[in-house]
């Protein structure tokens, strides 16, 4: 059996604007996927998957026949998004799966697949791997979207992440801020759409290059921060920046009006998670986003994957 795994992800900067060139931070998740692949002995050119939840309960049971990856049993959205992954998989390298022995694919997402932590980055970068192929190219031809993910989910440690002339590039980099117990995540419980997302964004914002150099600023300065005053005064200037740009509402503004620390977008606005600056005590935070409605809620340093 082979076995393959990748982190999820949290874009801290630069969300939107990294498609066009902002430098951005982002780090790996504790949760990720797990994908293994079993050769079976049968010689009927069929791939069997089966995905678990993080519960580790079964909500995809799909065949494949390995010829033209067609699903054999279900026509949905799900058995549409894998043919197209295992057919574009096999165009950027040819011999992937390519004698007619029967496949068991098992997945494994340790997270709830609501959370956005990137169950479709994950996977991507999972297949890339088994087929040999370049993970960014196969999302690419598949899902899209900036790369940054699929990067993240083969790193580590954090990454600093741009796209310099067309082509992705990234380095990993420090990021464990000494305040790190002040800082939290919360799933505000919206599900945020990325692809919407990037639509909105491509038709709304024209003029992007001031934009840019201001997040490449704040990026570097997210990087560098020593005191949690400091972080605070970054959320607040890059809030402000692409809540201007999107003309949209900020996390704070719209969820948490009342809060005393700052409140930062990650990824997608308006839905999974957000980042919060803390002052006071956790209990006072817990008790503040229970009245919220809002419980899942994870401390930076637990969240962050270290090794």
Not at 179 to 200: D, H, N, P
Request: hydrophobic share 35%; net charge negative; proline share 3%.
């Amino acid at each position: 059996m082979s076995e393959y795994y990748g982190h999820g992800k949290l874009l801290l900067t630069s969300e939107y604007f990294v498609l066009d060139g902002a430098k951005a931070l982002s780090i790996p998740t504790h949760f990720g996927q797990h994908l293994r692949v079993k050769e079976l002995l049968g010689k009927s050119n069929t791939l069997y998957w089966v995905a678990l939840n993080n519960l580790k309960q079964p909500w995809l049971n799909l065949a494949f026949d390995k010829t033209d990856f067609s699903c054999i049993n279900a026509d949905t959205k799900e058995a549409t998004t894998l043919t197209k992954l295992l057919t574009e998989a096999k165009a950027l390298n040819p011999n992937f799966l390519k004698d007619d022995s029967d496949i068991a694919v098992e997945t494994f997402l340790e997270f709830p697949n609501s959370w956005g932590l990137g169950s479709s980055s994950t996977l991507v970068y999972c297949i890339s791997q088994w087929a040999g192929i370049d993970g960014i190219a196969l999302l690419k031809k598949t899902i899209g979207g900036s790369g940054y993910d699929v990067a993240n989910a083969g790193s580590d440690t954090p990454i600093l992440y741009q796209i310099e002339n067309g082509k992705p590039q990234w380095q990993q980099v420090s990021f464990d801020p000494p305040f790190s117990e002040k800082l939290y995540f919360a799933y505000t419980g919206q599900k945020a759409l990325s692809s919407t997302g990037i639509s909105y964004y491509k038709e709304k914002v024209k003029q992007k290059e001031d934009t840019i150099r201001w997040l490449d600023r704040l990026t570097e300065s997210m990087l560098q921060c020593q005191s949690i005053e400091k972080m605070a005064q970054i959320i607040r200037e890059h809030e402000s920046i692409i809540s201007e740009a999107l003309d949209l509402p900020k996390a704070k503004d719209l969820l948490f009006p009342d809060y005393w620390g700052e409140v930062k977008s990650l990824g997608a606005w308006g839905g999974d998670f957000v980042m919060l600056t803390n002052t006071r005590s956790e209990e006072e935070l817990l008790a503040y986003l229970k009245s919220k409605d809002i419980s899942v809620v994870q401390r930076f340093d637990r969240m962050i994957y270290k090794k």
